[in-house]
């Protein structure tokens, strides 16, 4: 994200590449970028000649140079913006003989979505050379929710940490996705608000008391009857709840708990950073630590891991979900 906001910040003070090459697996921050340079380098008076938006499966990299190597007509500079670049892959050598040479007059944008370069390429290093290469790495379940914090803090507003989980538990690490649902809030919500985990249900309509967090904080306190009562509200959501992200999520938090057993300095601020967690959930892992010695973990996690096959319909004679959960919790709790 900071490099993010210095690209922004130096196409503001006018120090402008001829070539922005965007590419990786995320394409929130590409998007982004994209846009910006789209609304803000030229006026709106200058893009009526001077600003392209192509598209890579419409195109070729000679079609692409051939419209960057035009001069601007009454303007300073022209954009060309070429969106889902990545069609172009097969040939995208053939932008080294361009990018070793730009039309200091053209700002080409390049989108080069769901996948990078080779850093070692000829291409890459020439787009490097000759203007900015920029590449958006997708974002591990643990970062998300620090990224959403930056995000709302940005536009003055914060998220309770179970409202950032519930986020990221119903809508993974698209950021895209998680964006739009932030902004739906934003409208609702005035100026300064802290985010609940109330406005997402009522908003978002992810429920707070039936989620994969509720489980996890009710398994670990060994509290039998709202574990069932989470299990069999999952049974009769299973698109919402899939079988396969519940016993993965309950996998990574009995192996966090085997970790936490083993570490020797306990510091709240050590164990949150050894296992990845939020510090708010800490006093979850602490319950359940107390609640489960090691022996009895590691063959929890042997459960798991015998579930998530069967979930996948290995050796389970097509047992239906609300059968695997009820296996699942009276082999943990038992």
Not at 140 to 150: A, H, K
Not at 294 to 301: D, P, T
Not at 326 to 334: Q, S, Y
Request: with cysteine; net charge positive; aromatic share 10%.
């Amino acid at each position: 994200m900071d490099e993010v906001v210095k690209i922004v910040n130096d196409i503001k003070a006018g120090k402008i590449k001829p070539i922005y090459f965007l590419m990786g697996e995320e394409p929130y921050y590409i998007d982004k970028l994209s846009d910006y340079i789209e609304k803000n380098v030229l006026t709106e008076e200058e893009k009526g000649f001077n600003q392209t938006v192509l598209y890579g499966r419409d195109v070729s990299v000679d079609d692409v140079v051939s419209a960057a190597k035009r001069y601007p007509m009454m303007a300073e500079r022209q954009v060309i913006i070429v969106k889902e670049a990545q069609d172009l892959a097969k040939s995208i050598d053939k932008f080294e003989s361009y990018a070793s040479e730009p039309m200091p007059s053209t700002v080409l944008v390049i989108c080069y979505k769901y996948k990078s370069l080779d850093k070692r390429k000829k291409v890459t290093k020439l787009f490097e050379k000759s203007g900015l290469v920029f590449e958006s790495k997708k974002l591990y379940e643990n970062q998300v929710g620090q990224w959403i914090n930056r995000v709302l803090q940005s536009k003055n507003y914060s998220i309770e940490p179970k409202a950032s989980a519930m986020l990221v538990e119903f809508l993974g690490t698209n950021l895209e996705k998680i964006n739009n649902e932030l902004e739906k809030l934003q409208i609702i919500l005035p100026v300064g608000s802290t985010i609940s985990a109330n406005d997402i249900e009522e908003n978002i309509g992810f429920s707070k008391d039936y989620n994969i967090f509720e489980l996890r904080k009710a398994i670990g306190e060994r509290n039998q009857l709202k574990s069932y009562k989470i299990a069999q509200y999952f049974s009769e959501n299973p698109k919402d709840h899939p079988l396969v992200m519940t016993t993965g999520m309950l996998f990574s938090f009995f192996v966090q708990l085997l970790q936490y057993h083993g570490l020797k300095n306990k510091n709240p601020n050590n164990v949150a950073s050894i296992l990845k967690v939020n510090p708010f959930f800490l006093k979850d892992y602490d319950v359940a630590l107390r609640n489960y010695p090691m022996k009895k973990l590691s063959r929890i996690v042997t459960l798991l891991r015998d579930i998530d096959i069967k979930s996948k319909g290995v050796g389970a004679n097509s047992l239906p979900q609300h059968e695997l959960l009820k296996e699942m919790l009276v082999g943990i709790f038992n």
